[in-house]
């Protein structure tokens, strides 16, 4: 009786994973068979919602990419984009590190053929609610922390493994960027709660990187006046003036900052010299003009879309592709008909002001601790949160943590070129930067960023000598 109740049940688990539902965990109903004026490819793609909270009608939404060929043998990445507030599909999807970008004229896509999804499967959420697509039923849900945040995320990600049993045992590696280097460590440090108080499913995290991050406010809000003076966007009177008259420990984020006047003086001089048509997230980036200006500057052959092969005015473009019904629907996005439009950075969310003061270092301490390679990577051409701050604090966290320098600051290669500067700590904590790109790294050197990809996904340094690198 036992033997035949066992072959019955393998019978039906054959039919199920060869019907691709059930088992395998294939959730059919969000399932994207194609999204508009897409390119013919190879992978799946999901999207939909995840309920996080029934009650109060609280749910994420997500977008899941397999990788380009054998994906079930694959890892499992997560990439958060940062605010807080903005959009992992606006951001990381569709104009960093996944399978798509617009095209110019906002009406469909294009393939990346930089995409992260050649070496992971590549997962993208909208969080917290509030955020493009995602939403609650319950008005006060929209006054968000990181707290509440992380929370969140740890039940999305354990209601996404029930949509998609066959990753719970998939090697997990945590991403972002921007105020993600406060959501990414906070949400391995719950997941790593989980896997002490749980005696079965544990998640298998085996990495963290987080590019260009918000570690601690104190020091990387200096780090951009230093940036602005090094760079020689501001006079050598301002710059002195502020480190003289600025002590940046004393930073609360808000108009109420808490600093000298002379200081606030000084700081609003370096943003009038630094001026408008400045991309501070890519000093050497040209920005995009808005389309009236932008027609006036076409009619004289002034306007430059394209600046060092980077399509400046992609924001315009996901924007517009986001918010066609047909993309929508192909998508299974906007099930509630929000009454706004999808937007990159959300116009609803109140989120804390406080939180981004948190000192995420010792955080990130703990996740080292348990033997997790952490990675952060920084973009040199950007002043928002600029390396020269993130340099800093890494090393100081290598000092606390007693770790010896494994690999010296030294220069890594990425097509015979050099693709930045990397130093690493005690086998576990590296610290790279990405030459010439922004603080979106893939979306201003794409392929030097998929080769740093790469290399943190196979557990290997990133090159050292000009041999032609993975592709």
């Not at 939403?135 to 990181?146: E, H, K, L």
């Not at 298998?204 to 003076?229: C, H, M, Q, S, Y």
Request: hydrophobic letters at 40%; a negative charge; one cysteine or more.
């Amino acid at each position: 009786m036992g033997r035949s109740m066992e072959l019955l049940w393998g019978l039906v688990m054959v039919v199920m994973v060869m019907k691709g539902g059930g088992v395998r965990g294939y959730p059919e109903e969000d399932l994207v068979k194609e999204l508009p004026r897409q390119p013919k490819v190879g992978f799946k793609q999901y999207a939909g919602y995840v309920d996080v909270d029934v009650k109060a009608g609280r749910s994420l939404f997500y977008y899941f990419v397999e990788a380009q060929g054998d994906a079930h043998l694959k890892p499992l990445t997560l990439w958060l984009n940062g605010g807080p507030g903005c959009s992992s599909m606006g951001g990381g999807a569709f104009t960093e590190l996944g399978p798509f970008f617009p095209t110019g004229d906002g009406q469909g896509l294009r393939i990346n053929n930089k995409s992260w999804n050649k070496v992971s499967n590549l997962l993208f959420v909208e969080s917290p609610a509030g955020v493009g697509w995602s939403y609650s039923n319950t008005t006060s849900d929209y006054t968000r922390d990181d707290q509440s945040t992380a929370h969140d995320m740890y039940t999305f990600m354990l209601r996404w493994f029930d949509k998609f049993p066959q990753y719970k045992t998939r090697d997990l590696f945590l991403t972002g960027e921007s105020y993600a280097g406060h959501y990414i460590p906070q949400l391995a440090n719950v997941l790593l709660r989980h896997n002490k108080l749980s005696t079965r499913f544990k998640f298998n995290i085996k990495g963290v990187a987080i590019g260009n991050p918000l570690l601690n406010l104190d020091r990387d809000v200096g780090a951009t006046f230093e940036f602005f003076w090094s760079h020689g966007m501001i006079s050598d009177e301002i710059g002195l003036a502020i480190m003289k008259e600025c002590d940046f420990k004393d930073y609360v984020p808000g108009g109420n900052n808490n600093m000298s006047k002379s200081c606030n003086d000084a700081t609003q001089a370096a943003y009038t010299v630094v001026g408008d048509y400045i991309n501070e997230y890519d000093v050497i980036l040209d920005v995009c003009y808005p389309s009236i200006v932008e027609q006036e500057l076409r009619l004289k052959k002034l306007a430059t879309k394209i600046s060092l092969g980077v399509d400046v005015c992609m924001s315009f473009e996901r924007h517009y592709y986001f918010n066609l019904p047909e993309v929508q629907h192909a998508l299974h996005a906007n099930r509630t008909n929000l009454t706004y439009e999808w937007s990159m950075c959300s116009g609803i969310l109140n989120y804390s002001d406080t939180d981004s003061s948190i000192n995420i270092l010792p955080i990130l301490k703990n996740i080292v601790a348990h033997k997790i390679p952490v990675w952060v990577f920084s973009g040199d051409q950007d002043s928002v949160v600029p390396l020269l701050g993130s340099r800093t604090l890494v090393r100081e966290l290598a000092h606390e943590l007693k770790f010896g320098i494994t690999v010296p600051y030294s220069v890594w290669f990425y097509k015979g070129q050099v693709g930045g500067w990397v130093t690493e700590y005690g086998n576990l904590l590296t610290f790279a930067t990405v030459r010439g790109a922004s603080h979106m790294v893939p979306y201003a050197q794409p392929g030097r960023a998929l080769q740093l990809f790469t290399s943190f996904i196979h557990g290997q340094r990133l090159p050292n000598t000009t041999d032609p690198p993975i592709d």
